[in-house]
């Protein structure tokens, strides 16, 4: 009986452990994942997450699109490491006591406006943008707020971050095109007040719901115009090299296409290290199907 019994403990651990992951990438280095989705596509990496037995995670609702498109240079496109955001509506009143239509109370004002950003709705997640950062910001239905603008988005991207993947919450909408600040949003979900007495922050690096996708801090997020998906850490590196694998393959094609056809070699057909020599490089395994 005893016996028995271990045995069939024994089968189920066996199938218990063949059913997690073979292997948490978790520890692979930013540096390292940037290099490796440098140039993802979406499909690709779509691809590669079935591939990987993630069917239909991590891809956002089409209505997280890009604002803007840039099909010469490919500028719209990025693919980073996610630093997380969530903003919500405030409970509290709009303002407490004066009257704002009284100009002598413009001062009162001001210094509710300040306590209001530097208080209740900052920007704590600053700290925390790098080189390849992409914020991912989760402030749906906090009441109609532009929570990003064309001054701040800017003042992240001089500290390192490569786009915005929102819910809604923009505005300064054609100054953002103009500078070309990559973002992916719901446009009809854009936000027109400021923060004030409209918005509070909740969370900084803790896991976001944005397009329908859970993100956390340290996933890896690219965006093109085919929309955004979102790539667990723990499977990051399996999936990229997939995706790698995909990009190389579908260039060699098209490269023979573009010649047969006459066409001019464009960013979309720039020839790649192959794939070996490029896992070899980054420390990766050579084949991330036969590790």
């Not at 271990?6 to 978790?26: K, R, V």
């Not at 923009?170 to 918005?199: A, K, S």
């Not at 723990?234 to 999936?239: G, Y």
């Amino acid at each position: 009986m005893k016996k028995a019994l271990f045995c069939l403990f024994s089968s189920f651990l066996t199938g218990f452990i063949s059913f997690l992951p073979a292997q948490d990438e978790s520890e692979v280095s930013d540096e390292i994942l940037l290099e490796l989705y440098d140039g993802a596509r979406v499909a690709d990496v779509v691809d590669g997450l079935a591939t990987a037995g993630y069917i239909g995670v991590g891809v956002m609702d089409p209505a997280i699109s890009p604002l803007w498109k840039d099909v010469k240079d490919m500028s719209h496109r990025f693919a980073g490491i996610a630093v997380t955001v969530r903003y919500g509506p405030t409970n509290r009143p709009w303002h407490p006591g004066a009257d704002l239509t009284k100009p002598e109370n413009y001062e009162v004002y001001r210094k509710w406006r300040g306590m209001w950003y530097s208080q209740l709705s900052p920007e704590p997640f600053r700290e925390y943008i790098k080189p390849g950062t992409v914020i991912v910001m989760d402030n749906k239905d906090d009441n109609d707020t532009g929570s990003t603008g064309s001054n701040n988005i800017m003042s992240w991207q001089e500290r390192g971050a490569v786009g915005l993947v929102t819910a809604g919450g923009i505005r300064d909408i054609d100054e953002i095109i103009l500078q070309r600040n990559p973002v992916y949003t719901n446009y009809y979900e854009r936000g027109r007040g400021e923060r004030i007495g409209r918005n509070e922050i909740i969370d900084v690096q803790r896991p976001v719901v944005v397009g329908g996708v859970l993100v956390e801090p340290g996933d890896v997020v690219v965006a093109d115009s085919d929309g955004v998906v979102v790539v667990p850490r723990r499977v990051a590196v399996r999936v990229g090299q997939i995706a790698y694998q995909e990009l190389v393959a579908d260039i060699a094609g098209r490269r023979r296409l573009y010649e047969r056809l006459g066409y001019e070699f464009d960013e979309t057909v720039r020839l790649r290290e192959e794939p070996e020599v490029f896992f070899k490089r980054l420390g990766l395994p050579p084949d991330p199907n036969n590790p």
